[in-house]
């Protein structure tokens, strides 16, 4: 196989609602990272330009639109990806971005830990060595990318925590329709395939956290972990994404970690040293509507913020109105009262 795209069948853009293809839907918007194409690195630009044509000239019957998520900007897939779409004249739109935590391995002693404050260190070690005194123990981090019984452990960590409950938002591998056995399935070949990295931190017979990441090219993706809510205030959870710093430290062959957050985390994110900047992407790979749509959204939105702009001009000019005729109205009331007569 030289690549692979799976795609979702939705509709995007809210009331001017129009169906695609896309990746930010069903489970490839809860378990992708990076929503895009897989691609063989010898073979990328044909298979990708390959994708891309069929789905042109598929557009009967089919969504005129693509719609990726989680496009990379630092990634060579993003420009090559924006080539093609200009050698095809396909007309594409970038949109809203983010960016999260990543580290870029250098020749320094310690880079990863860079963008710790001094105060947070001190605050990390305090909260380890009280652990160890409340507990008894000593913290052991354990590599346990080989280990058959991490995937079914993990899952099972996983569901005790708030991940597990759904009703208090925790979107957990037991909680995600087939999610688990995606899960179990997935990582279970990239684990026989060597491309995975499981670790966790433990003391005494105590589990503290987990994490499942795994590797591609010279990148390792921090994908999913967990942590015992038992020893959370502990700050377990820091512990353990220092310990897959080290991990990443101690692996030569990779020269990139992204910690795939989200926004939400702007915690985590703080304890890395770079960032990696994510957009989503949409385009046209239909006809002459879904291409003159997505050649227009730059000018609808600049249109939607006038809008918005004389709005709200007009709501303060028509309250403005509203008070000088009560005010008025009260001036009037008064010279036309009748004098108190006791």
Same mark, same amino acid.
């Given at each position: 196989m030289l690549g692979a795209l799976p795609l979702v069948r939705y509709r995007i853009f809210g009331r001017a609602a129009r169906s695609c293809w896309g990746t930010n839907s069903g489970i490839l918007a809860e378990m992708a990272d990076l929503r895009v194409p897989l691609l063989d690195r010898e073979w990328a630009e044909p298979v990708l330009r390959a994708m891309l044509e069929f789905l042109h000239t598929q557009?009967?019957?089919n969504p005129g639109l693509l719609?990726?998520?989680?496009?990379?900007?630092?990634d060579p897939f993003r420009s090559m990806l924006l080539a093609v779409c200009?050698?095809?004249? %396909?007309?594409?739109?970038?949109?809203? +971005?983010?960016?999260?935590?990543?580290?870029?391995? !250098? /020749?320094?002693?310690?880079?990863?830990?860079?963008?710790?404050?001094?105060?947070?260190r001190h605050d990390i070690k305090r909260r380890k060595r009280a652990l160890e005194r409340d507990h008894g123990g000593s913290v052991v981090l354990r590599d346990r990318s080989a280990d058959q019984q991490f995937i079914p452990e993990f899952i099972d960590f996983e569901s005790n925590g708030w991940k597990g409950q759904a009703g208090s938002g925790g979107r957990g591998l037991q909680v995600s329709t087939g999610a688990a056995d995606?899960?179990?399935?997935?990582?279970?070949?990239?684990?026989?395939?060597?491309?995975?990295i499981f670790h966790s931190l433990e003391?005494?017979?105590?589990? %503290?956290?987990?994490?499942?990441?795994? +590797?591609?090219?010279?990148?390792?993706?921090?994908? !999913? /972990?967990?942590?015992?809510?038992k020893w959370a205030r502990y700050g377990t959870g820091f512990l353990g994404r220092l310990a897959a710093m080290e991990l990443f430290n101690g692996r030569p062959q990779l020269a990139y970690l992204d910690t795939t957050t989200i926004p939400e985390y702007a915690t985590t994110t703080a304890m890395y040293p770079d960032r990696r900047r994510i957009s989503a992407l949409v385009i046209a790979v239909g006809g002459l509507p879904?291409?003159?749509?997505?050649?227009?959204?730059?000018?609808l939105k600049q249109a939607g913020h006038i809008m918005a702009r004389v709005q709200a001009k007009a709501g303060v000019l028509v309250r403005s109105a509203l008070a000088k005729l009560v005010s008025i109205k009260d001036r009037l009331r008064k010279r036309t009262a009748k004098p108190f007569e006791p």
């Open positions: 557009r009967t019957g719609d990726l998520g989680k496009v990379p900007f630092d200009a050698d095809l004249d %396909l007309p594409y739109r970038l949109g809203d +971005s983010y960016e999260r935590g990543a580290i870029v391995r !250098r /020749d320094e002693d310690h880079y990863w830990e860079k963008a710790i404050t001094a105060k947070r995606w899960f179990s399935e997935v990582f279970g070949e990239l684990q026989r395939q060597h491309r995975v003391i005494g017979e105590d589990v %503290l956290y987990m994490s499942a990441c795994l +590797s591609s090219g010279d990148t390792m993706f921090c994908w !999913r /972990d967990a942590y015992a809510e879904d291409r003159s749509l997505i050649r227009s959204l730059p000018h």
